[in-house]
């Protein structure tokens, strides 16, 4: 699929709505660079908690972000109940979020790209040509954060990696900076029924379809 230049693909929504896996199948698809904006909270919170500090600590959270790396994002413990809920209080900081957004246009900008994250579409790049709001139902997003958890090796309790969703979606909606909305032009798509591929298919018809291109 040949698309315009700088064609930037936002893809938003709440954690485990299979968002990632579907942005980064969409990149390798149409030839573009990808990034996982979460991590880069993820990465933030990390550092601030190395330092044995709250993540809602403004001050840190902010000089930690300045001092973000690329080797930060490759640490192997971006995941999990903690760093959700650490990268979502960083996340919730103005000056952190200011901090990390300069890198992301830049990403962008450069030559197209798709970008996963909760703002991508409201904030980061509304004037994206193609937005995609992915989402899904509380009790199948903990379901599969249960399994992804589980297959790692990782002691879960789905009563508790419920609750943790349900909190982390709180504090996402809630935050007073960029909360999480799916942007007025962009498409939704409910994964609760639907497997990846189901869900890859249905993004890349939209995409077709929007920027009126064909495979």
């Known amino acids: 699929m040949r698309l315009p230049a700088g064609t930037v693909i936002a893809v938003d929504g709440p954690a485990a709505a299979g968002k990632g896996t579907l942005a980064r199948r969409l990149a390798a698809e149409l030839g573009l660079p990808y990034l996982d904006t979460g991590l880069l909270y993820r990465a933030v919170g990390r550092r601030v908690l190395d330092r044995g500090i709250d993540p809602q600590d403004a001050r840190v959270a902010e000089a930690e972000a300045r001092a973000l790396t690329p080797e930060d994002l490759a640490r192997s413990d971006l995941r999990g109940s903690l760093a959700d809920m650490a990268a979502s209080k960083v996340a919730a900081i103005p000056a952190v979020r200011a901090a990390l957004l300069d890198f992301q246009r830049r990403f962008g900008a450069a030559q197209g790209a798709v970008l996963d994250g909760r703002d991508i579409g409201t904030v980061v790049f509304p ?37 943790e969703i349900r909190d982390r979606d709180a504090q996402d909606a809630n935050r007073p900076v960029a909360p999480t ?24 018809a939209f995409i077709r379809k929007k920027l009126r291109v064909i495979a």
Not at 140 to 158: C, I, K, M, Q, Y
């Open 127 to 163: 004037e994206a040509r193609v937005k995609l709001f992915i989402t899904a139902s509380v009790a199948e997003r903990a379901r599969r954060r249960f399994l992804e958890l589980t297959g790692r090796g990782v002691a879960a309790d789905p009563a508790q990696v419920e609750a």
């Open 181 to 204: 909305r799916r942007a007025p032009d962009a498409f939704e798509i409910d994964t609760t029924a639907l497997n990846a591929d189901e869900t890859f298919h249905a993004a890349l």
